[in-house]
């Protein structure tokens, strides 16, 4: 959850910089992931500025009509051409003068902003959109405009409250009081000692009652505890103002209109989830918390039909379904830009029963993340009251008198009784009285004196509280655990050497993965066809109680987990795969077990990638002999080639083994059989080569044969990526350059990674044709790849059109595609 530290400022005073906050607060056990800037890396001379005049039109370009603008900072003039459609004179705006800086295009660069001359007429800076600015993706409505009390000249960074920094905050389930803007400051206001100063609310109510506007009815009170409706009339919807809209995008939301950017401002900085229903459209003016009905359906605020069940909430109107209560709204009653007349909802929702209906839709949202978690239920009244006089301030409407406030059966607020003893009995050590109930104050925590003990009233925004030891632990996190006493227990310290076994793995595995190698941790498990289709000379080890069929016996063959890994990649359209695996085997030995240790590696697909210098050329069971012989090398270990292996899986006609000096066979390789493959479903071919761990160790242990290779290996430390989960797509492009051009290989590549955008993956030249004339075709391979969704033809397409046709133009080459 993203919090503005500035946000925060407003209602504690801190001198604390934000790290520094940050630090307080996961020393008291809020968790901050990290602290960022607000402002776009790169923005920098951003002024506000006035268009005085439109002086004369120069035609269009690309659509849009040109226009030279006369644009004031209060101090200058400047000339400057704009093709947004809602320039226009009066209008306040983000204007870069001359040697102002915008975002690049690309992470981390920045664009310069010059004087330049446009169709012949010199333009004395730019006015900015949202995208521009890289303050959110607009750009089609035009420049960002601002309020005409936005002062002349002002720095927009610091106008727009861009100057701030943003708390990335991890809150636990058990914390939903920490999930808003005030609760992070309740928070810091207890750990500082400064004083928290809530949001002021002020609702200025007019007109009719609202209980002439609107009723209420819970007909699933067990789902539905409490709900209140507040009605706002004589809206104007409308965008809102710049400093709401900055504050939305910095918590990572897309402002949308006055109206609706209320109820998720308010949503950020009380804590309680709003929704507004466009009045006009709920039938009757009457609310109806129900269960849903078997077989209903009705449409989200996404656009997506969704199917309802009768163990859901749900939001209606005596006709429909309006809402799913806790998740999301409906389409039938959204707030649009004709809606005058508002109803505003503020209610409290079953935990379980929202984390149900979201979890059975696939819907994840804001209000569905705090309302699973335990909103406050006292809080109703003043987040309703707030997002109302929000709503009236910066829509011009007038709220009508009255909320109601349906509360079938209010909740009685817990008692704890805290005894001083108990704290030092717990902590070892125990705060004076009058700091413990200090804190417990600051956190917001009523607190009566009771002789040498205190007594604490819970509010309801502390559901995690309900027991004498949650209110010492209360105590401690803010007193700070540092003041717990330490006590060294006597003890005696005996190093621990690295056992032989563990840096004889260590070497191998820095072998293999320098060999270009991927290492592949797979389940000790297998099942009964794999178990078949590699089988040994005994019965795999059967599970008593597995947890499923496909885990039903212990592994007992060394390939099993690596033929699973390469399988696994090729069903992703990974062709060419080089994977190993340090792993054990389970086998009766000798009236008991015996757990062998292997160095499995298996290869597929080709030798390398793809190249116009050179053919393709597929591994053969040479790439496997050649890495079993590198591995054993690296434990200073020689071997030579015997036929004769006894492990099952290869080919018979491709299978041979490393051989010590004293005849034990030290690995085995060869060529994955058909059978194999078929039963790992795996169509390609297959090489693959064992190294007997134990057997290397003992051959390195005779005397007279070099070790050095089990020497301590040097720390490092290292990240796992999981495998891309939607396949990637490839494209081709060739160009056709005429002799003596000055468009080179290397500047072609770095614009088309520039006009590919996020989705390339790979570029590889694999083709240069020379014509008999001096020209030269060139071609490339482009691999895009989403992590999160599979890529269509039409995106692909449009791409591959923008690169081919952006080198044609950048570098006057012919695209072979044309």
Same mark, same amino acid.
């Given at each position: ?55 004369? $039109? ?12 006369? @644009? ?19 209008? +306040? ?38 995208? $521009? ?140 989830? *709003?929704?507004?229903? !466009? ?14 009905? @078997? ?11 969704? &199917? ?13 379904? %309006? ?32 984390? #149900? ?24 009244? /003043? ?31 817990? +008692? @704890? ?11 070892? %050590? ?8 200090? %804190? ?57 050497? #690295?056992? &032989? ?68 990649? *090729? ?5 060419? @795969?080089? *994977?190993?695996?340090? /792993? ?12 062998? +240790? ?24 040479? !790439? ?113 350059? $005429? ?14 990674? &520039?006009?590919?955008?996020? *989705? ?27 992590? !999160?969704?599979?890529?269509? !033809?039409?995106?692909?397409?449009? %791409? ?19």
């Amino acid at each position: 959850m993203k919090i503005p530290y500035n946000w925060v400022r407003e209602f504690v005073e801190l001198s604390l910089s934000p790290e520094a906050a940050a630090d307080r607060l996961v020393n008291a056990g809020i968790e901050v992931a990290s602290v960022t800037r607000v402002a776009p890396a790169g923005l920098s001379g951003i002024v506000v500025g006035e268009i005085e005049a439109i002086e004369r $039109e120069l035609g269009e370009s690309q659509g849009h009509r040109l226009v030279l603008c006369r @644009v004031s900072t209060g101090r200058e003039r400047f000339s400057v051409i704009c093709g947004a459609p809602n320039a226009a004179v009066g209008v +306040r705006a983000a204007f870069a003068p001359p040697g102002a800086t915008l975002p690049g295009a690309a992470a981390g660069e920045t664009r310069r902003i010059a004087v330049a001359r446009i169709r012949g007429v010199e333009s004395q800076g730019m006015l900015c959109s949202e995208r $521009e600015l890289g303050l959110g993706d607009e750009h089609e409505r035009g420049i960002l405009t601002l309020a005409q009390d936005a002062p002349l000249g002002a720095d927009l960074v610091a106008h727009l409250g861009l100057d701030d920094s943003v708390l990335d905050v991890e809150i636990t389930p058990n914390r939903p009081d920490c999930l808003s803007v005030v609760g992070v400051a309740r928070e810091l206001a207890a750990l500082t000692g400064a004083p928290l100063r809530a949001p002021e609310i002020a609702v200025k109510e007019s007109g009719e009652p609202v209980s002439d506007l609107a009723r209420v009815r819970i007909d699933a009170p067990d789902l539905c505890a409490r709900y209140t409706v507040r009605v706002i009339s004589d809206v104007r919807v409308g965008p809102s103002p710049a400093w709401m809209a900055a504050r939305l995008r910095a918590v990572g939301l897309r402002p949308i209109s006055n109206v609706v950017d209320v109820t998720n401002y308010v949503l950020w900085e009380l804590g309680h989830p *709003l929704h507004a229903f !466009d009045h006009a459209t709920v039938r009757a003016s009457t609310i109806v918390v129900r269960r849903g009905r @078997v077989g209903e359906s009705f449409r989200t605020l996404d656009g997506q039909d969704r &199917e309802l069940a009768d163990s859901m909430c749900v939001i209606a109107d005596p006709e429909r379904a %309006i809402g799913l209560a806790g998740v999301m709204g409906g389409a039938n009653t959204e707030v649009s830009d004709a809606t005058t007349r508002v109803l505003l909802e503020s209610a409290w929702f079953d935990p379980a029963t929202t984390r #149900r209906t979201a979890r059975a839709l696939g819907l994840r949202t804001d209000a569905a993340y705090r309302f699973e978690r335990g909103a406050d239920i006292e809080a109703l009244v /003043a987040a309703n009251d707030r997002a109302a006089q929000l709503v009236a301030e910066l829509a011009g409407g007038s709220v009508a008198r009255g909320l109601l406030d349906v509360y079938p059966r209010p909740r009685p607020r817990p +008692r @704890v009784r805290l005894r001083m003893s108990r704290v030092g009995r717990v902590l070892g %050590i125990a705060p004076p009285r009058a700091d413990a109930r200090r %804190i417990l104050v600051g956190l917001g925590l009523p607190v009566e004196d009771r002789g040498e003990d205190l007594e604490v009233d819970v509010p309801s925004f502390r559901r995690d509280l309900a027991v004498e030891d949650d209110l010492v632990e209360e105590i401690i996190r803010v007193w700070g655990y540092d003041k717990i006493p330490s006590t060294l227990v006597p003890t005696t310290v005996q190093l621990v050497e #690295r056992p &032989e076994r563990v840096r004889q793995a260590d070497v191998v595995r820095r072998a293999l993965a320098a060999a270009g190698l991927s290492e592949a941790v797979g389940w000790t498990f297998t099942d009964a066809p794999h178990a078949a289709a590699l089988p040994t000379s005994a019965e795999p080890l059967a599970l008593v109680n597995p947890l499923s069929q496909d885990a039903a016996f212990l592994r007992d063959h060394p390939l099993a987990g690596v033929l699973s890994a390469i399988a696994l990649n *090729l069903r992703r359209q990974h062709a060419s @795969v080089r *994977l190993f695996e340090i /792993a054990r085997t389970y086998e009766r030995r000798d009236g008991g077990t015996a757990e062998p +240790r292997w160095a499995a590696l298996a290869v597929s697909g080709q030798r390398g990638e793809p190249a116009w210098y050179r053919a393709v050329e597929s591994v053969d069971v040479y !790439d496997a002999k050649g890495l079993a012989e590198h591995a054993l090398a690296t434990l200073g270990l020689a071997a030579t080639v015997g036929m004769g292996g006894t492990l099952s899986g290869f080919e018979d006609d491709c299978h041979g083994a490393l051989v010590a000096a004293d005849g034990t066979v030290l690995a085995e390789f060869g060529e994955i059989s058909a059978r194999v493959r078929a039963a790992f479903d795996v169509e390609a071919p297959v090489f693959a080569a064992v190294v007997s761990l134990d057997a290397a160790l003992e051959a390195a242990r005779t005397p007279g044969r070099a070790s050095a290779g089990l020497g301590d290996s040097s720390s490092g430390t290292f990240r796992y990526e999981p495998l891309p989960r939607y396949p990637a797509v490839q494209r081709d492009v060739a160009f056709v350059i $005429e002799a003596g051009s000055a468009a080179t290989a290397a500047r072609i590549e770095s614009a088309m990674r &520039e006009l590919a955008g996020a *989705l390339l993956r790979g570029l590889t030249p694999f083709d240069v044709f020379r014509f008999p004339d001096g020209r030269r075709s060139l071609a490339w391979r482009l691999t895009f790849q989403a992590e !999160d969704r599979t890529l269509t !033809d039409e995106e692909i397409n449009a %791409i591959q059109e923008r690169v081919a046709r952006g080198v044609s133009e950048r570098f006057h080459v012919a695209w072979r595609g044309v």
